[in-house]
């Protein structure tokens, strides 16, 4: 018989795979252009099931949208999106995300840290205010061409 100790430590080394990850982009929504095919749709979609990560992908001909859900621990890479779609002939006209993370403060800035992911969130009139260090479960636009990348929130829930 083992020990009680190795036997708690084996019992909580089995439950880590299917324990959340605190901090990270969950899901992802694209509006694109381009992706009005059959054709074009399903070889997207077979290149994101390729990605590591991903745990389930939809997409909308009507809408020409593409939702990529994450599995726990996943790493988000926008350019890497994009990059798969620019070889279907797929662009990216809007991110929008759905992520789990902290909102911190440097330099007077807010930002929303949600795993390796940093993002600046962008105030506007009706953006709403969230205090720093905060957990909370954000959606909100994505621009990915600044570095950090840039967030307007549009709601957020405190965990």
């Known amino acids: 018989m083992k020990p ?12 880590l795979p299917a324990m959340p990850v605190s901090a990270q982009v969950e899901k992802v ?9 059959g054709f074009c749709a399903g070889l997207s ?8 990560g991903v745990e389930k992908v939809d997409i909308s001909l009507s809408k020409e949208a593409i939702m990529l859900s994450y599995k726990p621990g996943a790493i988000f890479d926008p350019a890497g999106i994009r990059k798969i779609l620019e070889g279907w002939k797929v662009g990216v006209v ?18 929303f840290k949600a795993g390796r992911d940093k993002f600046a969130l962008t105030a506007t009139s009706n953006s709403p205010d969230i205090q720093a260090n905060t957990p909370v479960i ?20 405190r965990l």
């Open 4 to 15: 009680p100790k190795q036997i708690l430590l084996l019992s909580l080394l089995a439950l």
């Open 29 to 37: 929504a694209m509006r694109t252009t381009g992706i009005s095919c």
């Open 94 to 111: 809007q991110f929008q995300i759905s992520a789990r993370g902290r909102v911190e403060e440097q330099g007077g800035r807010k930002f």
């Open 138 to 157: 954000i959606e909100g636009i994505l621009s990915d061409r600044s570095n950090p990348m840039e967030l307007k929130v549009l709601n957020f829930k």
């Open 45 to 52: 979609e077979l290149s994101f099931r390729k990605v590591p």
